[in-house]
């Protein structure tokens, strides 16, 4: 038994680096409007070409000290953080899900929610290239598995599509309410980011949404008593909707039990 959770353990890490290595370049080159397929990895100050030995996820960047082969510039602490984050993610997916399906979905939401957060942590953006696939594709697996037998979704809670349903409304919907209450307040990024939250976590997205707003508002207050920020300076939401979906995949429902118990 432990050498099988081994073998497990072992591919996800392996999988989860270089599915990370490839996130670092949907994060880089999407936001730029670059093929994510051409050309081939390659140093994003002098342009030269990787060789598959500089191109290692995590260990590479450790080998090269952060720098280029080539050009001997430094080379963004982004890259083996988003591959380690990837793996800690992935496995911490699997140890909460084990071997089954709502894993594969946990782990599909996971990586959009990390790519998400850093690209609109770093370019105040929530691209249409990678939220509107997502919620066009995840809602087509999830009714695949339904009419094989597998209903996985939503992740958190009751599954079924009319939960699938009540989330996606929920978390879009709330969103854009706050929108057009108060224009500029909410990109359309974020409302659909809130979405496709709710297409994973059904109701439960309240709780992710509580979370996002919660951090964001502690944000918000640490950057205009240390950092001089403003209220006009804008903060980017999405890194704070994805942890808080994050810490909902992971303690949805206790966190709700716990809520619970204190207002009672």
Known sequence: MELALIFILSVIIAFALATGSF?????????RKESIVWPGSHCPKCGEGLSWYDNIPLLSWFWLRGRCRHCGRPISWQYPLVELTTALLLVAAFFKFGVDLKFIFAALMLLVLLTVAVVDAQRQIIPNRIILPSLVVVPILAVAAGLAGRQAMPIVGSVGYLEMAIGFVLGGGLLLIIAMVRPGGMGGGDIKLAAFMGIFLGRYVLIALFIGFLLGSLAGIISMAFFH???KDLLPFGPYLSLGAMLTLFFGYELFQWYIGFIL
Not at 23 to 31: A, H, K, S, T
Request: hydrophobic residues 40%; glycine residues 0%; without cysteine.
């Open 23 to 31: 996130l670092n370049v949907i994060i880089y080159r999407v936001p």
């Open 229 to 231: 920020k403003s209220r």
